[in-house]
């Protein structure tokens, strides 16, 4: 089985710009959640979705907004890009009925120029 | 609120000597906690995971931790380091919705010595 895929790999925006980074969960698997890990640091929690819903949202600013959407995968938007938003961008699913724990992908590295 | 404290940055090991690494967290309740592991350009992958019961924990790679709730600590160890454990280790404590929302230390680099 495959495992939680993202996309793009790596990319650079310029400040001001907007950016959508998508993640595909793991098949079965039916909440994704975001999380922002800055170079030396470690990640930090940005939204959870489980079947479509917001249910758990970190302490960023409401340039970071996201979506669900009906085949589960999902969208990670950041609006009016700064510097500081340069990070790695981690998605992660699980299926709270079955095992609970997190599966990561690798991420999307965002630098921001 | 919650949180971790992961107090050492870098840890350098020898080849085949035993490892630990420190996590001390805060939380008012009965904490979900875990280890997870990142290998340069990789996501995380789930070591071991505590959430009630046996305070000593087995995870994969042969890792184990121990709940101390006294001490407010979850400990990683290995007997005994192999070289492909090279790695940034992380712990964290799962908030609120146990865990989904996972706040982490700011993690430990393992270095392991021929």
């Known amino acids: 089985d495959a495992g939680v895929t993202q996309s793009p790999t790596h990319l650079i925006k310029t400040r001001g710009q907007h950016v959508t980074l998508r993640c595909s969960p793991i098949s079965g698997h039916k909440s994704v959640s975001w999380y922002q890990q800055v170079l030396g640091q470690g990640p930090q929690f940005i939204f959870q979705y489980y079947e479509k819903e917001e249910r758990g949202r970190g302490n960023f600013p409401d340039r970071f907004s996201a979506r669900q959407f009906p085949n589960y995968s999902s969208e990670l938007n950041v609006n009016a890009l700064l510097l500081g938003d340069s990070a790695l961008y981690l998605c992660a699913s699980s299926s709270p009925d079955r095992d609970e724990k997190l599966f990561f992908g690798s991420g999307t590295q965002l630098s921001v120029l | 609120a919650q949180s971790v404290t992961q107090p050492d940055i870098h840890i350098t090991v020898s080849e085949g000597a035993s490892l630990e690494l420190r996590c001390n967290y805060s939380?008012?309740?009965?904490?979900?906690l875990f280890w997870y592991v990142q290998s340069p350009g990789q996501g995380l992958q789930l070591l071991l995971k505590y959430f009630s019961g046996d305070t000593l924990v087995q995870g994969i790679k042969g890792f184990e931790a121990e709940f101390k709730r006294s001490q407010s600590s979850f400990n990683l160890r290995k007997p005994s380091v192999h070289w492909s454990d090279a790695a940034e280790y992380f712990c964290a404590v799962g908030a609120g919705t146990g865990f989904q929302k996972l706040v982490f230390g700011t993690g430990t680099r393992l270095l392991v010595s021929p």
């Open positions: 939380y008012g309740a009965t904490p979900y």
